[in-house]
Each structure stands twice: as structure tokens, then as C-alpha cells.
């Protein structure tokens, strides 16, 4: 699924549901490896539509308080639904795991308050995850469109490369960067930023592709394989 149809059916419910049709719920799953931009999709995401983003992180929600985590949730999907706004729960992981592996039972209290606010939330709802093996049975029908963001292709690793680097490569470069296994855009930032404050001199080609290979050297290649659908 391109891009452009996730926007177009973000879109479409947006207007349904204004119109005061009826509108199938909009939440939308995305996973893959650490880096991949599935935060920058959500923020691509409200740009084009023109809508706000809420963010929620664990710590937004979690309370060690008997009833305030639940509190809390009621709480978030009520500002979003009175803003208008796409409610994104990053590492939705955190607050969704599975319920087969709780040792405590405010940990199920806590993943069946979240699945019910967001059967009756009726606006636009992202999670993000970099786990999803660790998430609820449950979790998966309720989200309408499940995303994964692989690696880069030899092709992204290209045009990541010139955005970030503005520079061109030789066809002896490019073999070596296509080579360079397991990319992320964030991988191209982190080199960027490295090489800008570290670099005594103006770093070259070889210089970014020999940290891009650190990058890649550094991850965890123990989980399973992660890849592109819808």
C-alpha cells in the first residue's frame, strides 16, 4: 500500500465521520525496526490532513497509584477527541503487552481499559511499536490498517545518502552502501550528526559509509526479520 492511499483513507474517514456518516473506526498500527520513520509518518500524516498530533508515551499513562493509569487513559482520549487530533501512542507496546504474560492484575486492567477506549474513540488513532510479537492477541482486529516499515531498499539507502550528505556517489561507493546491511533513515541522521561535530576535517564518502557500517554492526540481529505490508 503507497503512501499516498494510507493518506487518501485517512482522509476519506475524516470527512465521512464530519459529514455525520457512517464512519468504521481509523486506527492504524505501525511497526518495524527502531529508526524506520514511523514517527515521522505520523507526523507527515497530520501535516497533510492539517490536523494535530498527540503524542503519548508510557510515562504519560503509567501510574503506580491504584486506578490513576486508567484514569489517565479516559483522560487522553477525551483531550483528543475535543481537539480533533490524531492520537499517537508511541511504543503502544508498553501499554498493550501481552495479557498471557502479566504477573500482576492491574497489568490486565490496564491493556482491556486501553482496547475499550479505543473501540469507542471514534477519531484517528496511530501506535507505534518496535516489538510487536510482545503485543496482546487482542490488539490486532482492532487496528484497520497494520503497517510494517522495513530496512531500506539499495534504492532508499541511495536517496537517504544524498539528502542527508548532498553528495554524490561513485559506482564503487554505491556498491559499498548497498552492501551495508539493515539501514534506517534515523541511521543516516545519527551519521550526519556524528561526522558534523566530531570531524576535524570535511568528512568524505568513505568517512559517512564507514560509520553507516558501524551503525549497522551495532544492532541487534536476534529478533525476527521485519518487513513491508498492508
Not at 29 to 34: A, I, M, V, Y
Not at 97 to 109: F, G, K, M, Y
Not at 125 to 134: F, K, Q, R, W
Not at 137 to 160: M, P, Q, S
Amino acid at each position: 500500500m503507497s503512501l499516498d492511499r494510507v493518506v487518501a483513507a485517512v482522509r476519506k474517514f475524516l470527512k465521512t465521520k464530519a459529514k455525520g456518516e457512517d464512519s468504521p473506526r481509523m486506527n492504524i498500527l505501525l511497526s518495524g525496526p527502531s529508526g524506520a520513520g514511523k514517527t515521522a509518518f505520523v507526523q507527515y500524516l497530520g501535516r497533510e490532513l492539517g490536523v494535530p498530533v498527540t503524542t503519548v508515551s508510557a510515562s504519560d499513562v503509567l501510574s503506580p497509584l491504584v486506578g490513576k493509569t486508567e484514569q489517565n487513559l479516559a483522560r487522553i482520549f477525551r483531550e483528543a477527541r475535543a481537539a480533533g487530533s490524531i492520537l499517537f501512542f508511541d511504543e503502544v507496546d508498553s501499554l498493550l503487552a501481552s495479557r498471557a504474560n502479566a504477573q500482576h492484575s492491574w497489568e490486565c486492567i490496564q491493556v482491556n481499559e486501553l482496547l475499550q477506549q479505543m473501540e469507542k474513540f471514534g477519531g484517528v488513532l496511530v501506535g507505534a511499536t518496535n516489538y510487536e510479537p510482545n503485543l496482546d492477541t487482542a490488539v490486532a482486529r482492532r487496528f484497520t490498517f497494520k503497517l510494517k516499515l522495513d530496512y531500506l531498499t539499495n534504492e532508499g539507502k541511495e536517496i537517504f545518502f544524498g539528502r542527508f550528505f548532498k553528495t554524490a556517489l561513485s559506482e564503487e561507493e554505491r556498491a559499498r552502501l548497498h552492501a551495508i546491511a539493515n539501514l534506517t533513515p534515523g541511521d543516516f541522521r545519527t551519521v550526519r550528526e556524528e561526522l558534523f561535530y566530531l570531524s576535524e576535517k570535511k568528512a568524505t564518502n568513505a568517512d559517512r559509509l564507514d560509520a553507516l557500517a558501524a551503525e549497522s554492526a551495532a544492532k541487534d540481529k536476534s529478533g525476527p526479520p521485519v518487513g513491508f505490508a498492508a
